[in-house]
């Protein structure tokens, strides 16, 4: 069983930057691929980066490409979205999810656990 807690969200003006943070419990951590979605209000949940469980791949959807990065740290149990170049269009709940042993390609399909999530808004 794996808990998430993000965090980091809020407002943040368009061209800003933010970063967000998800603290995974239990002593398993880096067996877990994780990944961040996100859901803007209307709209369903959608993939926005994934970094393996082994932390040598990530993978992004075109949308964030160039503009955000994903990375872990082991030894905190935390995965990090670093998200600069803030659009309005980038205004979603953001979720953490992790995936027992997922990779980078397979997490966009097949998660095991989710955060709650954490609001970002971006003003124009």
């Known amino acids: 069983q794996v808990q998430l807690a993000e965090s980091g969200g809020g407002l943040v003006q368009a061209g800003g930057s933010l970063r967000l943070s998800c603290a995974a419990s239990?002593?398993?951590?880096?067996?877990?691929?994780m990944g961040w979605f996100r859901q803007a209000p209307g709209k369903e949940r959608l993939f926005v980066a994934a970094?393996?469980?082994?932390?040598?791949?990530?993978y992004y959807a075109d949308s964030v490409k160039g503009r955000f990065t994903i990375s872990r740290d082991n030894s905190k149990k935390t995965v990090y979205l670093q998200m600069s170049s803030l659009e309005p269009e980038d205004t979603a709940v953001y979720y953490c999810a992790a995936a027992l042993h997922g990779t980078s390609r397979s997490i966009p399909k097949n998660v095991d656990y989710w955060g709650q999530g954490t609001q970002v808004t971006v003003s124009s």
């Open positions: 970094i393996s469980w082994g932390g040598g791949s990530t």
């Open positions: 239990g002593r398993t951590f880096s067996t877990y691929g």
